[in-house]
C-alpha cells in the first residue's frame, strides 16, 4: 500500500501542514478502497455467493493484513472507529434511505396495497418481534454467561447484549427475493427489517437511562413507559420535520422551482430531524426514517422532476456509500489486535461465546417468526394472504444475519471511557464482530441458494436479472414516473373488477382510513400525489406542474 | 436561540453521551441556518441589491450578535474554524462543481466555440492577471504597511497577503450576466475567476516552501520552477483521475447500468483525485478543478440518464450548501471578539489597513484588465471579438469582491500554532474579514446597478428573469439534454453559413486540433460526445445508448 513511503513524504502544502498527515494518508486508502468495492461488486454481481457487503468485508480484511504486515504487527486498521463518525455521519443517510426509497419500492398501487395491507403483521414482526428476541437472547445470556467466568459483566451488560443481538441486516435478503413473485414476502422482510432497526436501537437507547441492577415491577414499567415515550415522540418530530418540508416548498415555490434550493432543502431538513431528535434525546433512527417516508409520500411531489431524480439517487448514493463505508472498516477492524489479546488467552471461551450468541441469534428468531406467523394467519381469510412453512423459514433465516447496526452498538456500550482494557469487555466486542462476520458471510452466503430451494418459482427471474433493491429503482428513473403512477392510479379506477383488488377489498381497516384522511386533509395542505388518482385542476396539481 | 434552555438538557442517550453535547448543539444551529439562508435567498431572490451571499453573510452576522449577546460577550461563533473543514469537506465540492458545470454553462455547440475561442484570453487574465495582482498587492503592501508599526511581518507574510487578496470571488457578477446576450463577457468572467482561484492558491502554496527573507535571482528562478511543476502535475493528475473514470465506467457497465454506482464512483473518484494531491503536496484545487472537466465531458456521456441529471445537480447542490455554510460561518466569526481586542486598541490604524488593502485591490486589478484586454484585443481581427471599454469595467469590477478562497488562505495564514495573539497577524485577520465582508456586500450590492448602467441591453432580460449561474442550469435538466445537444451539433453542420460560424472560421488554433485529436484517439477510448456530431453505430453511442 505504499505506506512506508508516503510516511516519508515531506509535509508541505497547505492542508498537510495544517492537518494529521496520517489522516490523509487514511482518507485517500480508505476512498481508494471503496472504489475497489464498487467496481468489485459490480462485476461480482451475477456470482452466486457474493453480494456487495461481503465484498467489502472481503477486501476490509485483505487491507487489515496488508497493513498489520506492514506496520510489523502494531496495528490493522488506519481509521479510529468512532460512534460519532457511525451516528453523525454515516447512519442518517442508511435509514432516511430505507424510508426514503419505501414508498418507491412500493411505489405502485398494488404493492403500496400490499404493504398498508400488512401493516399490522410488519408492525407484529418488527415491534413484538424484536421484544421476543431481546428477552430471549438476554434471558439466554444471563443463564449461560454467568456461569462462564468472563470478566465484570452486569445485568445491564447482558440486556444491552439481548438489544445488539436483536437489531437484523436483511440487506442479503432483499437482494434475493424477486418483489413482483412475492411481494407478500419482500414487504414482509423489508417492512420488518427497518421496524426491527429501530425498536432494538430505542430498546438499546432505554436500556442506558436505567440502573438495571434491581429489577422489579416499578422499574419494568417505567421503562416500558420510557420506550414508548421514545417511539411515539420521535415519531411524531420525524413526521412534523417531513411536513414541514413539504409545506415550505409547496408554499414558497410555486412557479419559481429552483432544482439546487430543493435537493438542498430536503437534504438539510432530513438531517435536521436526526440532529434535533439526538439533541432533544429522542431515537434519530426512527425520527430520519418516519422523515424520509413523510418526504417521499408529500415532498417528492412539490418538486421539480428533475428534483425528484436527483434526491432519489443522491439520497440511495449517500446510503450506498455509507454501508459500504461501514462493511469495510468491520473487516478492516476485525484483525485488531489489542481486541484479541484477551481472546486469545483463552481461545476456547473466545469461540465458545461466540457460538452461544449465534446459537441464541438463531433460537430468539425462531421463537417469534413461527408463532407470530401463526397468529397473524388466523386473522387471514383467505389462503392466498396466508405465509407458507416455505416462507416462513424465509424470514426466519433474513433476519439472521447481523450487521453495521450491532456494531455500532456494541462499540458505543463496551469500548466506552477506555474499557476495551476489561476483560469482559474486550471479549463482547470480540465476539460480536465474529458473529457479525460469521452470520455476515456464512448465513449470507447460504440465502441465494436456500430461496432457490424454498422458493423455486423466483429461481428463473434471479439467474437472469439479479433484482437488487438498487437495481428495482431503475426503471422507475425516467421522466414518465409521473406518467406511470397516474396510469397506474387510472387503471385502478378504470378496472377495480381484477382479481387482485376484489381479493383486496375486504381489507379496508388503516388502509382505506388514511387514504381518506390524506385526500381530506393532507393532500391539500402539504401537496403529494399517488396514493388518489390525479384530479386535474386541484391546487396540487397546479403547483406540482406550474413550476415544470 | 435557546442555547441556555438547551445546555441545561440532561445528557443521555447514545450520540450525546459520547459526542460533546455542544458540538450536536452548534450542528443542529447550523442545519437551521443553512434552512434559513436557503429560503430567505428564494424569497430575495428578484431583490435589487442581495444575493445569496450576501443573504447568507448578514444572517450569520446576526447570528453571532445573538449569540454574544446570549453567551454575555464571551463569543460570537458556535463552531472553531478550521482549515481542516474548509480544505477537507466545504471546497472540494465548490471547485469541483466550477469544472464540472462549466461544460454544462457551455454546453452549446456556440458557447463551448465561445469558450475556447477565448482560450487564450482567458489564460492570459486567470493566470498573468493574478501574477500582476499578486505582485501590485505584495509591494505595495511592503511600501505601505513596512512604515506602519503592525506587529512582526516578514517578507514572506507580506507575498502571502498578495495571495491571498488575489483570490476573486466573482459568483455575484456571475449571477447578474447574461450568458445569451453577452457570450463573450459571461465566458471570460467565469474562466478568469476559475483560473484565478487556481493560480492564488497555487502562488500560496508555493509560497510557503520558500526562505523569503533574502530574495535574488536563484530564488525567484526556483520559486517559477517549483509554481509550474505544481500547476502541470495537478492538472495531470485531474485529467487522468476523469479519464479514469470514464474508463472504468464505460468498460465495465456495459449493458448493467446501475445508477448509484455511478454516481458513487464519479463522486469517490473526483474526491480521491482531491485527497491525492493534497497528499501529493500538488494543488488539490486544480486537480479537483481539472477533474471536473474531464468527468463532464466524458465520463458523464457514459453513464445512465438519471445518473446524468443526478450528478449534475448533486454535485450543484453540495457546492451551494458549502458556499452557504462558509459565507453563514464569515458572518458569525466577523464578531469574534478576541480578533478584535487588538484592533480596538488602534481603531484608526485598524480602519486604516483594511482601506489600504481595498485600494490595493482595486489598483491590482486595474493594472492588469485594462493593459491585458489591451493586448487580447490587438490579436482579434474583427471588432466583434474586442472587449470593449465598457466591457473591461465590467470584467474589472467583476473580481473586486474577496470571498471565502482569501478567507481560508488568511486563516492558513495568520493563525496558525497559535498565533491569533501576535499583534501583527490578529490586525491581518480582522482586515481580511473587514475587506471581504465590505467588498461582499458594498462593491456585491453595485454589481447589478453598474452592469444594468453599463450594458443596458441586458437590462431587460435581467429583469424579468434572473438568470444565475444555477437557474441556467434548470433549462437543460429533463432529458432531452441529449437530444439538445444533438440538434445543435447537427445544425452546426447542417448549416455553416451563419453569421456567426463564419466569423469563428478563421479562429480554427486551439479548439480545431483539439477537436482532431478528441474525435480521432479520446473518445474512442473514453467515449463521451458534444464536441462531434453524434455518428450512428459508434462504440461510444452503443455504450452509451445500450445501457438504458
Known amino acids: ?55 467489502a468485508l472481503i477486501i476490509g480484511l485483505c487491507t487489515g493484513v496488508v497493513i498489520l504486515l506492514t506496520t510489523k504487527g502494531k496495528s490493522s486498521h488506519i481509521l479510529v472507529f468512532s460512534e460519532d463518525l457511525f451516528f453523525i455521519y454515516l447512519l442518517p ?37 424484536t421484544m421476543i428476541s431481546f428477552f430471549t437472547i438476554s434471558i439466554g445470556a444471563i443463564a449461560i454467561f454467568s456461569r462462564m467466568n468472563i470478566g465484570t459483566l452486569d445485568v445491564g451488560d447482558f440486556l444491552a447484549i439481548g438489544a445488539i443481538f436483536s437489531a437484523t441486516d436483511s440487506v442479503c435478503t432483499l437482494q434475493v427475493l424477486n418483489q413482483d413473485e412475492t411481494p407478500l414476502l419482500y414487504s414482509l422482510v423489508f417492512g420488518e427489517g427497518v421496524v426491527n ?16 441492577n434491581k429489577i422489579d415491577a416499578a422499574v419494568v414499567l417505567k421503562f416500558l413507559g420510557n420506550f414508548f415515550y421514545l417511539f411515539l415522540s420521535s415519531t ?33 431538513m432530513a438531517y435536521l430531524s436526526y440532529m434535533l431528535a439526538e439533541l432533544l434525546d429522542l431515537s434519530g433512527i426512527l425520527t430520519v426514517f418516519f422523515c424520509g417516508i413523510v418526504m417521499s409520500h408529500y415532498t417528492w411531489h ?10 432519489k439517487h443522491a439520497f440511495a448514493t449517500l446510503s450506498f456509500i455509507a454501508e459500504t463505508f461501514l462493511f469495510l472498516y468491520v473487516g478492516m477492524d476485525a484483525l485488531d489486535i489489542e481486541k484479541w489479546r484477551f481472546a486469545s488467552d483463552s481461545p476456547g471461551k473466545s469461540i465458545g461465546i461466540s457460538s452461544i450468541l449465534l446459537g441464541l441469534v438463531l433460537v430468539g428468531r425462531a421463537a417469534f417468526v413461527f408463532p407470530l406467523s ?89 439467474t437472469s436479472e439479479p433484482s437488487s433493491p438498487k437495481s428495482l429503482h431503475s426503471p422507475l428513473l425516467t421522466s414518465q414516473l409521473g406518467s ?64 415544470r
Not at 197 to 208: H, I, W
Not at 302 to 311: A, G, I, K, M, P
Not at 487 to 505: D, E, G, N, Q, Y
Request: aromatic letters at 10%.
Open 484 to 547: 406511470d403512477l397516474e396510469t397506474a392510479s387510472h387503471s385502478h379506477i378504470v378496472r377495480p373488477s381484477s382479481l387482485r383488488m376484489l381479493l383486496s377489498k375486504p381489507t379496508h381497516t388503516v388502509h382505506y382510513y388514511w387514504r381518506k384522511f390524506d385526500d381530506a386533509l393532507m393532500r391539500p395542505m402539504f401537496g403529494g400525489r399517488g396514493f388518489v388518482p390525479f384530479s386535474p385542476g386541484s391546487p396540487t396539481e397546479q403547483s406540482v406542474h406550474g413550476g
Open 197 to 212: 432497526d429501530a425498536t432494538s436501537v430505542v430498546l438499546f437507547n432505554a436500556l442506558q437511562n436505567f440502573d438495571l
Open 302 to 311: 412539490n418538486v421539480t422532476e428533475s428534483s425528484r431524480v436527483t434526491t
Open 93 to 129: 443517510p442508511i435509514i432516511f434511505n430505507a424510508g426514503f426509497s419505501q414508498t418507491f419500492l412500493t411505489s405502485f398501487q398494488v404493492k403500496k396495497k400490499q404493504f398498508f395491507r400488512n401493516f399490522m403483521t410488519i408492525t407484529l414482526f418488527g415491534a413484538v418481534g
Open 236 to 268: 411524531f418530530l420525524g413526521v412534523f420535520a417531513g411536513l414541514l418540508s413539504a409545506y415550505i416548498i409547496k408554499k414558497l415555490y410555486i412557479g419559481r422551482h429552483s432544482t439546487d434550493r430543493e435537493v438542498a432543502l430536503m437534504m438539510l
Open 1 to 55: 500500500m505504499g505506506l512506508g513511503v508516503v510516511a516519508h513524504l515531506v509535509r508541505l502544502g497547505v492542508l498537510s501542514s495544517t492537518s494529521d498527515h496520517a489522516s490523509v494518508v487514511s482518507i485517500n486508502l480508505f476512498i481508494a478502497l471503496l472504489c475497489a468495492c464498487i467496481v468489485l461488486g459490480h462485476l461480482l454481481e451475477e456470482n452466486r455467493w457474493v453480494n456487495e457487503s461481503i465484498t
Open 374 to 462: 401463526f397468529l397473524s394467519n388466523l386473522t387471514k381469510k383467505t389462503p392466498i394472504e396466508k405465509i407458507t412453512w416455505r416462507q416462513q423459514v424465509v424470514i426466519w433465516w433474513a433476519g439472521l444475519m447481523r450487521g453495521a447496526v450491532s456494531i455500532a452498538l456494541a462499540y458505543n456500550k463496551f469500548t466506552r471511557s477506555g474499557h476495551t482494557q476489561l476483560h469482559g469487555n474486550a471479549i463482547m466486542i470480540t465476539s460480536t464482530i465474529t458473529v457479525v462476520l460469521f452470520s455476515t458471510m456464512v448465513f449470507g452466503m447460504m440465502t441465494k441458494p436456500l430461496i432457490r430451494f424454498l422458493l423455486p418459482a423466483s429461481s428463473h427471474t434471479v
